[in-house]
T-cell receptor, first 111, second 115 residues
Framework: GEDVEQSLFLSVREGDSSVINCTYTDSSSTYLYWYKQEPGAGLQLLTYIFSNMDMKQDQRLTVLLNKKDKHLSLRIADTQTGDSAIYFCAERGTNAGKSTFGDGTTLTVKP | DTGVSQNPRHKITKRGQNVTFRCDPISEHNRLYWYRQTLGQGPEFLTYFQNEAQLEKSRLLSDRFSAERPKGSFSTLEIQRTEQGDSAMYLC?????????????FGSGTRLTVV
């Protein structure tokens, strides 16, 4: 079945760049997503990328996709303390209704 | 539209009792999803609807769990004869079947504690 793996923790200093990595197993994944979860809240969709793209940039966020290696990354430029949260990678196949999520990467931003 | 609304926010119940949660999706969204999340884990798929039709149900879901979306709008998730292992955050999300990227809008969740 589908599986999505992420490293559990990342700590950076305010103003630095953060890079959160994700690997997935389903070669038929068509859409790949990054969600952010703050304490006590539901998940918020940050950005997504189609599997036929290599890169997508949205303000401070850059998503890189290596489809051959099934590797997805999220780069946050000029990381701020408000970026501290759990970041989830997710994938969805072409004909699938559901998305499969990783277990999340906890990003801690130190002042 | 105020987004995806879930009620109640918190529910404490005794083992063996039945509980029901409600989700009100974004009104124009035709897909509605239920996920379960435990501490330190990502959301785990339970079931989803397209309009009023339940299109997929997780094999992990026991027959104590049932979900409905009778008019294609709000949805309810019922857990019968609750067990301590059911304690989790229950998340509802909605999306458009042909929306950009088909990404979800999540509600804030219902936290269930079974004592």
């Amino acid at each position: 079945g589908e599986d999505v793996e992420q490293s559990l923790f990342l700590s950076v200093r305010e103003g630095d760049s953060s890079v959160i990595n994700c690997t997935y197993t389903d070669s038929s994944s068509t859409y790949l997503y990054w969600y952010k979860q703050e304490p006590g809240a539901g998940l918020q969709l940050l950005t997504y990328i189609f599997s036929n793209m290599d890169m997508k940039q949205d303000q401070r966020l850059t998503v890189l996709l290596n489809k051959k290696d099934k590797h997805l990354s999220l780069r946050i430029a000029d990381t701020q303390t408000g970026d501290s949260a759990i970041y989830f990678c997710a994938e969805r196949g072409t004909n699938a209704g559901k998305s499969t999520f990783g277990d999340g990467t906890t990003l801690t931003v130190k002042p | 539209d105020t987004g995806v609304s879930q009620n109640p926010r918190h529910k404490i119940t005794k083992r063996g009792q039945n509980v029901t949660f409600r989700c009100d999706p974004i009104s124009e969204h035709n897909r509605l999803y239920w996920y379960r999340q435990t501490l330190g884990q990502g959301p785990e798929f339970l079931t989803y609807f397209q309009n009023e039709a339940q299109l997929e149900k997780s094999r992990l879901l026991s027959d104590r769990f049932s979900a409905e979306r009778p008019k294609g709008s709000f949805s309810t998730l019922e857990i019968q004869r609750t067990e301590q292992g059911d304690s989790a955050m229950y998340l509802c999300a909605s999306s458009l079947v042909d929306g950009p990227g088909h990404g979800y809008t999540f509600g804030s969740g219902t936290r269930l504690t079974v004592v």
